[in-house]
């Protein structure tokens, strides 16, 4: 049994919801478009900083936009 946790994201949904896109938050946020499309495939874990930065961008709480499965 596999005891890892994953850090999964709603970053995709909470983007769409906005009416966003790909680079349009990647410039918000001062990333490449490819970083975020690597964070909302679970290729890529943000930093702390960077997923702080994504919240207040996307007016959501860390557990809003962040969990563990």
Same mark, same amino acid.
């Given at each position: 049994?596999?005891?890892?946790?994953?850090?999964?994201?709603?970053? %995709? *949904?909470?983007?769409? *919801?906005?009416?966003?896109?790909?680079? *349009?938050? $990647?410039?918000?946020?001062?990333?490449?478009?490819?970083?975020?499309?690597?964070? *909302?495939?679970?290729?890529?874990?943000?930093? $702390? %900083?960077? $997923?702080?930065?994504?919240?207040?961008?996307?007016?959501?709480k860390f557990e809003e936009l962040f969990y563990f499965d």
């Amino acid at each position: 049994m596999n005891n890892e946790l994953v850090l999964k994201n709603h970053l %995709k *949904e909470t983007r769409n *919801e906005k009416k966003m896109s790909q680079t *349009e938050l $990647a410039d918000l946020v001062g990333v490449s478009r490819n970083t975020i499309s690597s964070i *909302e495939t679970g290729q890529f874990n943000p930093t $702390a %900083k960077l $997923a702080l930065i994504l919240c207040i961008a996307l007016d959501k709480k860390f557990e809003e936009l962040f969990y563990f499965d």
